[in-house]
């Protein structure tokens, strides 16, 4: 199936975020959804414009809510398969609190963080992902905290899916994708995907000298939750790959008694003319 439509991205030539729009189309298509059964809820930035790309319902949130909205689709309509997105400043900042409380409660659905480790839609600023030094121009001097580390966050949360993706490998970022997909339960995903007009640190050349990729790690197994922390504090974060999965924790929705009756937005409400009235009556 298409998740094509006519709308061209605006983005910058060369942005990541490019790749994370096809790898979500490929990967949408290979685990057999159709556009009908997809939903795509983006924050604000530039990859919160994704949403408007796909060929899928989607909504175009406001900045840093993409999650809540998300988990009200999921929870509203269950026979949706739901992905949120948006970039590193919308979950890490802003979000932070939604993406925490999201990665615990366990909804079954994917968050896909194009994390470019700036603020690109406002003109270059410090985003909680830029590291110590980076120098924006909100940070002549160079920042001052140390960044978040995404990944050591979600598995101290409680997280039964945590991957990293870069743009450039659009065939693993696929694959990892699918496998989010495919998880019973909220899967996390951080892309590395470059800001080609305002980072000019964190580049495609800078990513392909430092990240490890865990499929050449031998060895490694990703349902060993002490293994993925070393191998995160190893090399500072960056890796890419499936870091980690417990794909025997119920989901959110398995531990709801009744949940499976009727998915809520296909339950009669009973919102007549009647109740209307009588709120009417109640409350004049
Ligand atoms: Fe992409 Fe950066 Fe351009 Fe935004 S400003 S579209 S993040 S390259």
Redesign the pocket.
């Known amino acids: 199936k298409d998740f094509r439509n006519n709308v061209k991205?605006?983005?910058?030539?060369?942005?990541?975020?490019f790749s994370v729009q096809a790898a979500i189309q490929r990967a949408s298509a290979n685990v057999g959804l159709t556009p009908e059964n997809l939903a795509v809820i983006s924050g604000i930035?530039?990859?919160g414009?994704i949403s408007g790309y796909i060929n899928s319902y989607g909504f175009h949130s406001i900045h840093g809510r993409a999650l809540p909205l998300a988990q009200g689709v999921k929870m509203g309509n269950r026979d949706l398969t739901v992905i949120a997105s948006g970039?590193d400043g919308d979950g890490f900042a802003i979000g932070l609190g939604h993406t925490i409380h999201a990665i615990r409660r366990n909804i079954d659905m994917t968050y896909i963080v194009?994390d470019?480790q700036?603020y690109?839609?406002t003109?270059?600023q410090t985003s909680p992902r830029s590291s110590a030094g980076f120098k924006t121009k909100s940070t002549p001097k160079g920042a001052i905290e140390p960044s978040i580390n995404p990944m050591e966050m979600a598995l101290t949360s409680g997280a039964t899916f945590v991957a990293q993706g870069f743009s450039s490998d659009l065939k693993e970022l696929t694959s990892l994708i699918e496998q989010g997909l495919n998880h019973k339960g909220f899967s996390l995903i951080n892309v590395f995907?470059?800001?080609?007009?305002?980072?000019k640190v964190n580049t495609y050349d800078w990513f392909k000298e430092n990240l490890v990729k865990l499929s050449s790690v031998e060895g490694y197994d990703h349902s060993n939750k002490e293994s993925a922390m070393q191998m995160l504090m190893q090399h500072d974060g960056l890796v890419t790959g499936l870091i980690y999965q417990d794909a025997e924790q119920p989901s959110y929705q398995e531990l709801i008694d009744g949940y499976d009756e009727k998915p809520l937005s296909k339950q009669n409400l009973n919102l007549e003319e009647d109740y209307f009235n009588h709120l009417v009556k109640e409350f004049m």
């Open positions: 991205p605006n983005w910058c030539p060369g942005c990541g975020d930035g530039c990859s414009r970039g194009m470019n700036i690109g839609l003109k270059g995907s470059p800001c080609v007009t305002y980072n």
